[in-house]
């Protein structure tokens, strides 16, 4: 079993940044799709980014294409979330979610670990 644990939310201002962190334990190595995802108040959980095992392919949710950034250290079993020209809109509760399978899905339901999330204010 995989514990996920997010940190490094906060309140910030519009245009400032935050780096999230997620710290995979219970194994001694992540899961292959890591991702984030992040709920507003009243609306429905939203694929933000994902990142393979490697690296070398990420998406993204198309409003935050060239604000936000996801990386990993697998060494560290920690994914980041790196955001930068933050909005209001992107106000919400963050969460860190690991999938087995060797595709990046874009849909909550295809991830098989979540992490209790971190709140992400932006102030206007």
């Known amino acids: 079993q995989v514990q996920l644990v997010e940190s490094g939310g906060g309140l910030v201002q519009t245009g400032g940044s935050l780096r999230l962190s997620c710290v995979a334990s219970?194994?001694?190595?992540?899961?292959?799709?890591m991702g984030w995802f992040r709920q507003a108040p009243g609306k429905e959980r939203q694929f933000v980014a994902a990142?393979?095992?490697?690296?070398?392919?990420?998406k993204y949710v198309d409003s935050v294409k060239g604000r936000f950034t996801i990386s990993r250290d697998n060494a560290k079993n920690t994914v980041y979330l790196q955001m930068s020209s933050l909005k209001p809109e992107d106000t919400a509760v963050y969460y860190c979610?690991?999938?087995?399978?060797?595709?990046?899905?874009?849909?909550?339901?295809?991830?098989?670990?979540w992490g209790q999330g971190t709140q992400v204010t932006v102030s206007s």
């Open positions: 979610a690991g999938d087995e399978s060797i595709v990046v899905h874009t849909t909550s339901l295809e991830y098989d670990y």
């Open positions: 219970g194994r001694t190595f992540s899961p292959d799709i």
């Open positions: 990142i393979t095992w490697s690296g070398d392919s990420t």
